[in-house]
């Protein structure tokens, strides 16, 4: 269908309004020919890169294969902009915006320039940009020009596309003399098109309706820490990931070694966003919950507030400090030794000094024991020395290496020295720590008796998300289990040297290769490494660096962060000691026993002041009746919101039902199915306290059967039975919030968890209360 004005009073726009259509699909259909060309292009030369191993002109398979990968990726991103591949035009100052001949953007300078914005850049045979990648600078007026500042711009054009086809237009006029030369095409307005579609349970780009003061951020430089501060629904995580987008456009070459990584609060936020920046062309950013960071763990939900609060103290990581140090004993008293049938002497001053020599190489615990053990075993070869050569008379010199072999293989040693500095696993040393009193209190003398119980918990208890800064602290005091790992990284070295010279050496016949098919590009040497050494196992850079604790992001984008505990800042900070960050969060919708009060004490201790602090300020998500209702809410308890400045104005003010005492999972029951009528074919959430998630499951199945999901495989599903705390980040058509009062003490009276669970609703909110309805709720 063709959206086309046709109401009476915009009759006689009609005619001109089709032409442009036209002339508008005219040229979007000239973009998708080029697209399809390219995709053709590169399936083409993937076939023949894949086709020359078997020739075998290439030097091995693992460079036919880095080959394939650079084309796969490519093709990857081609295929991925599919869909509204255009979405803007701007007309600037001196062009023709009443010719309807389609137009390129040529000219450097903008004059008189017709330019289209899309996805990615595209160019002509002979290079003529045909398309402009919305990141590029000169894309940067289709979002930040208005009649004030406009940037040249005469015209912002959206075009509204459905499949390859034009369905729409819309256009601003900033040059207000064009008014007299053009006429206008407006439908409904871009925004509220994009705002008012159904949810769909993953969250999808807003490229085509960035918002100026969104822009403006998406943009700011790189360098140095930027904290987002937004209200519910004000675009947060929108411009967080289109800020990876961008910065990865911008320093591309930077960030594609040193990889960009995003963290976000669970696995089912991280669901719900995984598609964004793929449909932005970007697939190699991390992305990781909070409790992922750790290679190895998965940890869960930390249950309780109180262990929760102690373990993200600051003061941990003195705690993790001295329980590593405590690995390093003395002696209680002097011991025996035999070695081949003498017996020698560990002093407790031997001990003493290995051990102070050991500690002063400044290495870990781990990497540090090879200097303790060999100090210690030179002292005891010349014990052995000495005494073999009292033995003989002084008449036979032993071989110093031999008798340092035979002190090493003596298990009387072995297991003294071990006694006193045993190798251990991050996961071992905390693990103790937190199931043995003796190692706590040995560690952790700021803990009152009462602290020390919370903390202690059974052995081998599941991992939580505030242990993983633990682990990570304890792994970076401990290092690498095996004492050749500081070898074997001189070997890797060595052996990249070796394998840049065999890169080198076959680029060229590569090339000549290449050439022969007719291939584009210079490849480098460096980059047939690259290549060769992801796929050595089979790996991509993201997945590397996932697999990686040490490894140093380029970039670390942080999103709800004001959830974080410090330690858990002091994780992260450790993930980039470049300190690139964009941090973003509401420090009202803090519901975590760790919480942030602002953002100058959570960054405080790691960043000082130096950090930029920028605000958003309009409401995308949630209607105003609905934002109101949130905002009175907790303004009433304490908590200080702005009044929100919501787009829409909404249907439905939220519905309250008081329930009889012990029938509110009745009344889920009940409601359900007029709430999922509402919806109409959009997504609803159910949002309870955590002690009534099972039985309202099991109450909306009886209804909706496998239409219900839960946890972080729940966003497929249109309805979705959830914790205030899973649902963060989300949104919902239809939100049934069920007993306020529980949401507010499950999060120890903290109102976080009931104002975010409010403000996950973009249309409806209905709240089903048996305990008290928290005060502003109902006006
Ligand atoms: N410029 C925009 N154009 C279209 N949609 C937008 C725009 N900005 C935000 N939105 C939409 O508004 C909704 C809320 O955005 P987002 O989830 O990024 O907000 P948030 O600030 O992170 O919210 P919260 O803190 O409540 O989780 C999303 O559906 C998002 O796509």
């Known amino acids: 269908m063709v959206d086309v004005p046709t109401s009476a009073t915009e009759t006689d726009t009609a005619e001109s309004g089709r032409v442009e259509l036209e002339h508008e699909r005219g040229y979007v259909g000239v973009l998708y020919s080029r697209l399809d060309a390219l995709r053709a292009e590169k399936t083409e030369q993937l076939a023949k890169v894949r086709r020359t191993g078997a020739i075998g002109s290439l030097q091995n398979q693992s460079e036919r294969d880095a080959y394939a990968t650079m084309h796969e990726d490519r093709l990857a991103q081609l295929n991925a902009v599919e869909e509204r591949l255009v979405f803007g035009r701007l007309d600037l100052d001196g062009a023709a915006v009443g010719d309807s001949a389609p137009q390129s953007s040529a000219d450097d300078d903008g004059v008189g320039a017709t330019r289209y914005i899309g996805r990615i850049g595209l160019t002509d045979g002979e290079q003529r940009r045909l398309l402009i990648d919305w990141r590029a600078p000169e894309a940067g007026a289709f979002y930040q020009a ?220 781990n990497e540090a024991r090879a200097t303790f053990v060999k100090v210690l075993v030179r002292e005891l070869a010349e014990q052995l020395e000495e005494h073999l050569e009292e033995s003989s008379g002084g008449g036979n010199k032993a071989d110093r290496a031999y008798l340092v072999e035979d002190v090493r293989s003596s298990e009387d040693v072995r297991i003294a020295l071990n006694l006193c500095w045993l190798p251990v696993t991050p996961q071992r040393l905390v693990g103790e720590l937190l199931s043995k009193p003796e190692h706590l209190v040995a560690a952790a003398p700021h803990l009152s008796a009462q602290e020390t119980l919370e903390l202690l918990r059974p052995v081998g208890a599941a991992w939580t998300e505030s242990d993983v800064p633990l682990l990570d602290e304890a792994a970076e005091l401990l290092g690498e289990l095996d004492a050749s790992a500081g070898r074997a990284e001189a070997q890797a070295a060595a052996q990249r040297k070796r394998d840049m010279e065999l890169a080198e050496a076959s680029v060229q016949s590569t090339d000549e290769m290449l050439a022969e098919y007719g291939q584009d590009g210079l490849v480098t040497a460096e980059e047939v490494l690259d290549f060769n050494e992801e796929q050595g196992p089979g790996y991509t850079a993201a997945e590397r660096a996932m697999a990686d604790r040490t490894w140093a992001y380029g970039h670390v984008v942080v999103d709800e962060a004001q959830e974080l505990s410090p330690m858990q800042w002091r994780l992260l900070m450790r993930r980039c000691p470049m300190k690139s960050f964009t941090v973003v969060g509401d420090i009202a919708q803090a519901s975590s026993a760790t919480r942030a009060t602002s953002w100058a004490a959570a960054l405080g201790p790691f960043v000082g002041e130096r950090f930029a602090l920028e605000e958003l300020t309009v409401n995308y998500r949630t209607p105003t009746q609905i934002a109101e209702a949130a905002a009175r809410v907790a303004q009433r308890a304490g908590l200080t919101v702005s009044t929100p400045k919501a787009v829409r104005e909404g249907t439905w003010p939220p519905i309250v039902d008081r329930v009889r005492e012990g029938s509110v999972v009745d009344a889920v029951r009940r409601v359900l199915p007029e709430e999922v009528a509402a919806s109409d074919g959009g997504l609803t959430a159910v949002i309870a306290p955590r002690h009534l998630v099972d039985a309202v499951r099991a109450a909306a199945v009886e209804g909706f059967g496998r239409r219900v999901g839960t946890g972080s495989g729940g966003v497929e599903q249109d309805i979705v039975v959830t914790t205030a705390r899973e649902s963060k980040g989300l949104e919902f058509d239809v939100v049934v919030l069920v007993e306020p009062e529980a949401l507010i003490a499950e999060a120890d009276g903290g109102l976080g968890g009931l104002y975010v669970a409010m403000t996950r609703a973009t249309q409806r909110l209905r709240v089903l209360a048996e305990g008290a309805i928290p005060d502003g709720l109902e006006g």
Do not use: C, W
């Open 146 to 365: 208005t009649a004030f500042e406009r940037f040249n711009v005469r015209r912002r054009r959206h075009l509204i596309l459905r499949g390859r086809n034009v369905v729409s237009l819309e256009d601003d006029i900033l040059d207000e003399t064009l008014l007299d030369e053009v006429e206008v095409h407006q439908g409904e307005g871009a925004l509220l098109a994009a705002l008012t579609q159904r949810r769909t349970g993953r969250m999808g780009d807003i490229v085509s309706t960035i918002q100026a003061e969104q822009d403006r951020i998406i943009r700011t430089d790189m360098a140095g820490v930027v904290v987002v501060q937004g209200g519910p629904g004000t675009g947060k995580t929108a411009v967080a990931l289109h800020r990876a987008a961008y910065l990865l456009y911008e320093h591309r070459e930077r960030l594609k070694s040193a990889g960009v990584l995003l963290v976000g609060p669970s696995h089912a936020f991280m669901r719900y966003i995984e598609r964004v920046l793929p449909s932005l062309g970007e697939t190699g950013v991390v992305m990781s919950s909070i409790g992922e960071l750790m290679p190895g763990i998965d940890a869960g939900e930390e249950t309780s507030h109180e262990a929760a609060r102690l373990k993200g103290d600051l003061r941990m990581a003195e705690a993790v400090k001295r329980a590593v140090a405590n690995r390093q004993r003395l002696l209680a008293e002097d011991r025996r030794v035999v070695v081949e049938g003498t017996s020698l002497t560990l002093t407790r001053k031997m001990v003493k000094r290995a051990r102070d020599k050991a500690r002063s190489t400044g290495k870990p615990h």
